[in-house]
């Protein structure tokens, strides 16, 4: 799972302290610019929290319900993708990326290389993936990966008390 071109790994998730202290950081560094778009910043406030979210997701992704990575330059998170509320039909897709790596095509390649994955392990049938009207690069990425647009959900989310849109992108496998 490399890209050689950016010199991108999915590395998949592992709760070590030094991981989950350096994607805090990350977190941490990036929280105004992903507040914009990400409803769960305010239960990130310190290492710990980000030890049990990576504790939780590895248990899930042993349990076949999740499938996280981090998405790597050069021995360094830069972000994550992953796969959640896996089922034979469908599974939900999200990533972030650092915003100093955004712009470059990394993501798009790290959504790619997921496909991929799943679809060599045949996990499911369609990866759904749902972002704000408001995020044009993810419906940019949503678009090069091969997803097409479904539908808008009125009100689906609330982000920091409003309650936003979300379109919904469909990718069949």
């Known amino acids: ?11 998949p998730f592992n709760n070590t302290e030094q991981n ?3 994607f805090f950081a990350l977190t941490d560094k990036n ?45 360094k998170i830069i972000g994550t993708i992953g796969l959640r509320e896996i ?3 469908s599974a939900l ?7 100093s790596s955004s712009g470059q095509g990394i993501t798009t390649h790290a959504l790619q290389q997921l496909i991929n994955i799943v679809e060599e392990k045949n996990l499911t049938k ?8 408001q995020n044009m690069g993810s419906k940019k990425i949503a678009l090069k990966c091969g997803f097409i647009y479904q539908e808008t959900l ?7 008390g409003a309650d936003i849109d979300l379109e919904v992108y469909l990718y069949k496998l």
């Not at 239960?43 to 990575?69: E, M, P, R």
């Not at 897709?93 to 915003?99: A, E, P, S, T």
């Open 1 to 11: 799972m490399n890209n050689n071109k950016l010199n991108i790994l999915l590395k």
């Open 20 to 22: 989950s202290e350096e």
């Open 31 to 75: 929280r105004a610019y992903l507040r914009e778009w990400l409803p769960w910043l305010d239960f990130v406030q310190k290492v710990a929290d980000t030890h049990k979210f990576l504790h939780d997701n590895c248990q899930s992704d042993k349990l076949g319900t999740t499938l996280n990575f981090f998405i790597c330059a050069n021995d």
């Open 87 to 89: 089922s034979p039909q």
């Open 93 to 99: 897709v999200g990533y972030w990326l650092d915003k």
């Open 126 to 133: 369609q990866i759904i993936l749902r972002c704000n009207p």
């Open 154 to 160: 009125k009100n689906a989310q609330n982000l920091y």
